[in-house]
């Protein structure tokens, strides 16, 4: 059974995307077996994986409107050694159009009950709100939430409000969910505020933060035009072996956490 994880933060620009396209380009380069879900429809994460967003016919959209089974929007990358949900600018219109469907919040969750044996993690990249797509993200999560947050901006205010809406979801919709890891991205060690966003976040979350901390780095910011994942585009840069550590230190937290079997 995969490991389900969302990606989610309600701000934009805080290295959700540049997250889970990273990390899961490195879980696929140790062997595991990888599906990323684009749940965003800004399919930033289809394009830095070298897909045009605009050709995606189905898409995730499909998906949760019961149009399109997973097999069917599916897409394998060989060179990346992973598979991908992708997203289309069309997703947006779902908020609406699945107000009134039964089971709205569940969509994602049922789709990839049909899929998650095939994989060892499922990455889920969530769009900067927390309304249905961020819900069905969460909902489908059931090994938890990562939560990217960017040094360089005090994030405690956004972050109780991700933190009630987990909650909610916890309560409501799926009681598996909680906290899996706070990451820490665009670090710049010249900057007193790096140092005390860290820092807060720790307080503020005690345990939670990964030891791994995501530097700054123009490489990771050049290489979704090229459509691909840091240890393609610049494996020796900064910011591709803190990624590659991050990758490893959720590796190795999982494994301490109950074998090959998925958390608590
Ligand atoms: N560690 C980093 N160093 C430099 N640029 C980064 C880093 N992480 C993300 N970026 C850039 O910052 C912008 C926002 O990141 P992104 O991952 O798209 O955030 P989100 O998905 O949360 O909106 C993108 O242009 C991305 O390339
Ligand atoms: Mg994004």
């Known amino acids: 059974m995969a490991r389900i994880y969302a990606i989610a933060n309600q701000k934009g620009g805080v290295g959700k995307t540049t997250t889970v396209v990273n990390l899961s380009a490195y879980l696929a380069g140790s062997g595991r ?31 949760l409107l019961d149009q399109a089974p997973v097999g069917d929007v599916r897409l394998r990358h060989d060179e990346f050694g992973l598979d991908l949900l992708p997203s289309h600018p069309a997703l947006a219109g779902a908020e609406i159009e699945l107000v009134q469907a039964i089971g ?28 249905l797509l961020t819900v069905n993200a969460l909902t489908a999560a059931r090994d938890g939430v990562l939560i ?21 979801v916890q309560e409501y919709l799926n009681p598996a969910l909680h906290i899996r890891g706070v990451m820490m991205t665009m670090y710049d060690s010249r900057t007193n505020l790096s140092r005390q966003v860290v820092e807060e976040v720790r307080r503020h979350f005690p345990n939670k933060v990964f030891r791994t901390i995501i530097p700054r780095n123009i490489r990771l910011s050049e290489a979704p035009s090229f459509g691909r994942p840091i240890n393609f585009y610049a494996p ?4 591709a072996v803190a990624y590659r550590l ?3 230190e959720l590796l190795n937290g999982d494994r301490r956490n109950g074998g090959g079997e998925h958390a608590e």
């Open 246 to 248: 991050l990758a490893t």
């Open 33 to 63: 077996r990888v599906l990323v879900v684009d749940l965003d429809p800004q399919a930033n994460a289809t394009s830095a994986l070298g897909f045009d967003k605009n050709q995606m016919k189905p898409s995730t959209y499909e998906l």
């Open 148 to 168: 990217p947050v960017q040094c360089e901006y005090l994030p405690l205010e956004g972050l109780s409000q991700l933190t009630k809406t987990i909650h909610l």
């Open 104 to 131: 709205r919040e569940y969509r994602l969750q049922r789709a990839l009950q049909e899929t998650a044996d095939e994989y060892d993690y499922i990455l889920i990249d969530s769009p900067p709100s927390l309304g």
């Open 236 to 239: 020796q840069s900064p910011g």
